[in-house]
């Protein structure tokens, strides 16, 4: 496959396909980071994911075909590997172990997704921060993390709006569970109290 493939850079937030495109590619990020969103009825932006290094974008042109029903932009300048939907599909025939270990990351994704969902429609924003940060830092291995995304993005990912995502990063620092560090930088202070909120 790695004679079919095309080794492409994008410059930052630049996007890679929109919501009613007909994508036949899929790429495979190599360095850089994308999000994953969609355009919501108030006009805002719900994210729904970031990809990193090693994450594969646009595997329903070849599994489901059709348009595409959200938008892929970049965070970062990427490098991202082009591969046309029919010499993947060959590649996926011949090479069965490739086929079972991209279901297993589309199964993966659908169940991250579910858990967000029901987060969104049974959680509150206190709580969905809370579990967030604990999830991050279990991720990390470390109570010093930094966020991923900005905060105008992780809102978003949660459903909560900026104002109240910063309110509350604030209410956990008077409290003393966090400390915050620059924009991006927390540190976890007290897990247990994070954890049960």
Not at 50 to 60: A, N
Not at 99 to 128: F, P, Q
Not at 165 to 171: F, I, V
Request: negative net charge.
């Amino acid at each position: 496959m790695a004679t079919t493939a095309r080794q492409k850079v994008f410059a930052r937030n630049e996007r890679l396909y929109g919501a009613g495109d007909q994508n036949p590619y899929l790429l495979i990020i190599h360095r850089g980071r994308v999000k994953i969103h969609r355009s919501v009825e108030s006009g805002h932006e719900q994210l729904i994911r970031v990809l990193e290094p090693g994450d594969f974008i646009g595997e329903t042109a070849f599994i489901a075909g059709g348009e595409m029903d959200h938008y892929a932009t970049t965070l970062e300048e990427c490098e991202i590997c082009v591969l046309h939907r029919d010499d993947v599909r060959r590649h996926l025939l011949k090479y069965p172990t490739i086929t079972y270990k991209m279901l297993e990351a589309v199964s993966n994704r659908l169940g991250r997704t579910e858990n967000m969902v029901n987060s969104l429609t049974g959680e509150d924003v206190e709580h969905r921060i809370a579990a967030y940060l604990v999830d991050l830092a279990d991720e990390a291995g470390t109570t010093s993390v930094r966020l991923p995304i900005s905060k105008k993005d992780l809102a978003s990912y949660l459903g909560t709006t900026p104002e109240s995502l910063s309110r509350k990063l604030a209410q956990f620092e008077n409290a003393g569970w966090i400390q915050q560090e620059g924009h991006r930088r927390i540190i976890i202070l007290d897990y247990s109290s994070l954890e049960l909120a």
